[in-house]
């Protein structure tokens, strides 16, 4: 963790490597639209939110695909030589702003990208001093924007792209001036009338106080600094440090008021403004989040705070755990935003050729938002082949659902997202420290036989695939495919967990589960309890892609058997809650005729609850 005093500084975050439970491990990924249904979680807090109900972020038109831009955060962040020679955060000024600006327009406007996002610290100088106008907003410094924000945003408009801009969340201390600031068209409040009378902070550093919306004068500042936006002529708004969140939570640090008083205000501001809120948020309000944002950061920073921009376990491969619980989230007017992507420069990104390309394959397939972090006046050749791919860019961007695994988070997965058109992305994965195979089976996307394959990264038809694609990857690389179906769908038989034909031992009981399939599952699975499915049938011998329905409101592993025979642990990732039901693949070996498949947390270990499995036919 960053010292105290360093959290008071806008821009920080906690170290990445500092959260528990890292993991390596290799990947298949296929991308498959078909998904899963999950339950929409409540709110979980009461909240004071304007009394006139806002427009939903869809209603606004904004985000209706993943933006493309660029943000200045990840230089500003990191310790590669030359990038801050003044100190910390010191890339960011209005000269490095307009070389970023001229070369986007050069080399990657016609791809898409358009958005120039000016991170924290505009208002800062040297020292990380925060500087405010008369009404208590902040303005620009006069050293690192001598030509100030407006003009700014005008020069990024001149070369046909967007602008942006950044605060944190709630009313940051400085502004404050012992209550005495008056509110910009607002006669009569101040500073004092927005806050809570005991002045408590809010926000991921505790850098602002918490603002009090049961007062109108506390939307009315909201109001001022939209206004003051809109009259600059920004496009977009990052809002920082928003709870619950930012590894914050309780009353004190749920903003959830604030993101709603900004959608109002920006609604009046006269001018369309996208709102991106950060950082790690939590899931239970993630309704919240789609309602009154534009899209929202799921994860901690993806910078590592080091001598390079990122590092493969600082924490790019973190995303590949904690993006599949946020999928159903994802849709026109609000993305899922796993952060920026640094695959551009090369040595200064920190990474391997072959993780810059996973890295870019999982944004592309998630539907993240596209905005980079990198040097664009140093693009290398690889990072510009990915980054300027228009068959990867089309997938981020075409109207589909995002992918999702539909394996076990094993070291082999398997995600994948049914297209418009009948086909089907595939992107294969390996997380692992050294090559391994993977294996995308054509059963996990629901169709047996022939389908025809297309690499997408290499723009190469690979030809006729019959059952799967197997291919063999270097240590965190990466392959992505488009298949066509031209083989047979598949039916399936279930059983539910609850079934009395099974066998629980142990602590493994039923429980009542109102987004499961029989209502019911089985839980309890923890310090040897087990859960056998009895009397399941299939007409041959063979391998058999397992389709397993289940619970875990974190991420739980099992030992899973057949017919008592040896087990195999498969990890199962972590479902949106305790309340929502995924469904995942796993591969096991039966004999022809009847079988035991049985679900085993082992002596010491937790497994996820079952709802039910399913068998093809």
Same mark, same amino acid.
């Given at each position: 963790?960053?010292?105290?005093?360093?959290?008071?500084?806008?821009?920080?975050?906690?170290?990445?490597?500092?959260?528990?439970?890292?993991?390596l491990?290799?990947?298949?990924?296929?991308?498959?639209?078909?998904?899963?249904?999950?339950?929409?979680?409540?709110?979980?807090?009461?909240?004071?939110?304007?009394?006139?109900?806002?427009?939903?972020?869809?209603?606004?038109?904004?985000?209706?695909?993943?933006?493309?831009?660029?943000?200045?955060?990840?230089?500003q962040?990191?310790?590669?030589?030359?990038?801050?020679?003044?100190?910390?955060?010191?890339?960011?000024?209005?000269?490095?702003?307009?070389?970023?600006?001229?070369?986007?327009?050069?080399?990657?406007?016609?791809?898409?990208?358009?958005?120039?996002?000016i991170?924290?610290?505009?208002?800062?100088?040297?020292?990380?001093?925060?500087?405010?106008?008369?009404?208590?907003?902040?303005?620009?410094?006069?050293?690192?924007?001598?030509?100030?924000?407006k003009?700014?945003?005008?020069?990024?408009?001149?070369?046909?792209?967007?602008?942006?801009?950044?605060?944190?969340?709630?009313?940051?201390?400085?502004?404050?001036?012992?209550?005495?600031?008056?509110?910009?068209?607002?006669?009569?409040?101040?500073?004092?009338?927005?806050?809570?009378?005991?002045?408590?902070?809010?926000?991921?550093?505790?850098?602002?106080?918490?603002?009090?919306?049961?007062?109108?004068?506390?939307?009315?500042?909201?109001?001022?600094? *939209?206004?003051?936006?809109?009259?600059? %002529?920004? #496009?977009?708004? !990052? &809002? =920082?440090?928003? $709870?619950?969140?930012?590894?914050?939570?309780?009353?004190?640090y749920?903003?959830?008021?604030?993101?709603?008083?900004?959608?109002?205000?920006?609604?009046?501001?006269?001018?369309?403004?996208?709102?991106?809120?950060?950082?790690?948020?939590?899931?239970?309000?993630?309704?919240?989040?789609?309602?009154?944002?534009?899209?929202?950061?799921?994860?901690?920073?993806v910078?590592?705070?080091?001598?390079?921009?990122?590092?493969?376990?600082?924490?790019?491969?973190?995303?590949?755990?904690?993006?599949?619980?946020?999928?159903?989230?994802a849709?026109?007017?609000?993305?899922?935003?796993?952060?920026?992507?640094?695959?551009?420069?090369?040595?200064?990104?920190?990474?391997?050729?072959?993780?810059?390309?996973?890295?870019?394959?999982?944004?592309?397939? *998630?539907?993240?938002?596209?905005?980079? %972090?990198? #040097?664009?006046? !140093? &693009? =290398?050749?690889? $990072?510009?082949?990915?980054?300027?791919?228009?068959?990867?860019?089309?997938?981020?961007?075409?109207?589909?659902?995002?992918?999702?695994?539909?394996?076990?988070?094993?070291?082999?997965?398997?995600?994948?997202?049914?297209?418009?058109?009948?086909?089907?992305?595939?992107?294969?994965?390996?997380?692992?420290?050294?090559?391994?195979?993977?294996?995308?089976?054509?059963?996990?996307?629901?169709?047996?036989?022939?389908?025809?394959?297309?690499?997408?990264?290499?723009?190469?038809?690979?030809?006729?695939?019959?059952?799967?694609?197997?291919?063999?990857?270097p240590?965190?690389?990466?392959?992505?495919?488009?298949?066509?179906?031209?083989g047979?769908?598949?039916?399936?038989?279930?059983?539910?967990?609850?079934?009395?034909?099974?066998?629980?031992?142990?602590?493994?009981?039923?429980?009542?589960?109102?987004?499961?399939?029989?209502?019911?599952?089985? $839980?309890?699975?923890?310090?040897?309890?087990?859960?056998?499915?009895?009397?399941?049938?299939?007409?041959?011998a063979?391998?058999?892609?397992?389709?397993?329905?289940?619970?875990?409101?974190?991420?739980?592993?099992?030992l899973?058997?057949?017919?008592?025979?040896?087990?195999?642990?498969?990890?199962?990732?972590?479902?949106?809650n305790?309340?929502?039901?995924?469904?995942?693949?796993?591969?096991?070996?039966?004999k022809?005729?009847?079988?035991?498949?049985?679900?085993?947390?082992?002596?010491?270990?937790?497994?996820?609850?079952?709802?039910?499995?399913?068998?093809?036919?």
């Amino acid at each position: 963790m960053r010292s105290s005093s360093s959290l008071t500084r806008p821009g920080r975050r906690l170290r990445a490597g500092t959260r528990p439970g890292r993991r390596l491990r290799a990947v298949v990924v296929l991308a498959l639209a078909a998904g899963l249904t999950t339950a929409v979680p409540a709110a979980q807090a009461e909240t004071t939110v304007p009394e006139t109900a806002p427009a939903t972020a869809t209603a606004t038109g904004l985000a209706a695909k993943p933006f493309m831009g660029w943000t200045s955060w990840s230089m500003q962040s990191s310790k590669y030589p030359g990038l801050n020679p003044k100190g910390d955060y010191s890339y960011l000024t209005e000269q490095n702003i307009t070389q970023q600006t001229d070369a986007m327009a050069s080399k990657l406007k016609k791809y898409g990208y358009e958005y120039i996002n000016i991170d924290a610290g505009w208002w800062m100088d040297w020292a990380w001093t925060p500087q405010f106008d008369a009404y208590g907003r902040q303005k620009a410094d006069p050293v690192r924007f001598p030509s100030g924000m407006k003009a700014v945003a005008d020069r990024i408009h001149a070369k046909g792209l967007k602008a942006g801009i950044y605060l944190p969340v709630g009313l940051q201390k400085e502004a404050y001036r012992n209550g005495t600031t008056p509110i910009h068209n607002a006669p009569g409040c101040t500073t004092a009338d927005i806050v809570y009378d005991d002045l408590r902070t809010t926000n991921g550093w505790d850098s602002s106080y918490k603002m009090d919306f049961a007062q109108p004068c506390a939307q009315k500042y909201i109001d001022s600094l *939209a206004q003051m936006f809109a009259d600059w %002529g920004y #496009d977009y708004l !990052k &809002l =920082d440090g928003v $709870g619950p969140g930012s590894f914050k939570s309780g009353d004190q640090y749920n903003n959830v008021a604030d993101v709603a008083a900004w959608n109002k205000a920006i609604a009046t501001a006269g001018r369309p403004l996208h709102l991106e809120i950060s950082w790690s948020l939590d899931i239970a309000y993630a309704a919240d989040w789609k309602k009154y944002t534009n899209g929202w950061r799921i994860d901690t920073d993806v910078e590592c705070y080091c001598n390079t921009l990122v590092t493969w376990e600082n924490s790019v491969d973190d995303r590949f755990d904690d993006t599949p619980k946020w999928t159903d989230w994802a849709g026109p007017g609000g993305w899922n935003d796993l952060d920026s992507l640094n695959v551009g420069n090369g040595a200064m990104d920190g990474i391997t050729k072959a993780e810059r390309q996973s890295y870019a394959t999982l944004w592309a397939i *998630a539907k993240s938002p596209l905005y980079l %972090g990198d #040097d664009l006046t !140093k &693009l =290398d050749s690889y $990072g510009l082949s990915l980054l300027t791919n228009r068959e990867v860019i089309a997938i981020n961007q075409a109207a589909a659902r995002p992918a999702e695994p539909v394996t076990a988070s094993n070291p082999q997965q398997v995600w994948a997202a049914k297209n418009p058109d009948g086909s089907y992305t595939v992107a294969l994965f390996n997380l692992a420290d050294g090559p391994a195979q993977v294996t995308a089976d054509w059963s996990t996307l629901g169709f047996t036989g022939k389908a025809s394959v297309r690499d997408v990264w290499n723009k190469d038809n690979l030809g006729t695939y019959t059952d799967k694609i197997t291919q063999a990857l270097p240590a965190h690389g990466s392959r992505l495919f488009t298949v066509t179906p031209r083989g047979t769908a598949l039916t399936y038989t279930a059983t539910e967990a609850e079934a009395p034909g099974n066998t629980l031992a142990g602590n493994a009981s039923p429980a009542d589960c109102s987004a499961c399939s029989g209502g019911k599952k089985v $839980g309890n699975l923890y310090g040897g309890g087990k859960l056998t499915f009895n009397d399941i049938t299939v007409p041959k011998a063979g391998t058999y892609q397992i389709k397993v329905s289940y619970i875990s409101g974190d991420a739980r592993s099992a030992l899973v058997s057949a017919n008592g025979g040896g087990a195999t642990s498969h990890r199962f990732g972590a479902t949106a809650n305790w309340g929502t039901v995924n469904t995942v693949h796993i591969p096991v070996r039966l004999k022809g005729g009847a079988n035991t498949i049985t679900f085993d947390s082992g002596s010491n270990g937790y497994a996820p609850d079952v709802d039910r499995i399913e068998v093809q036919k």
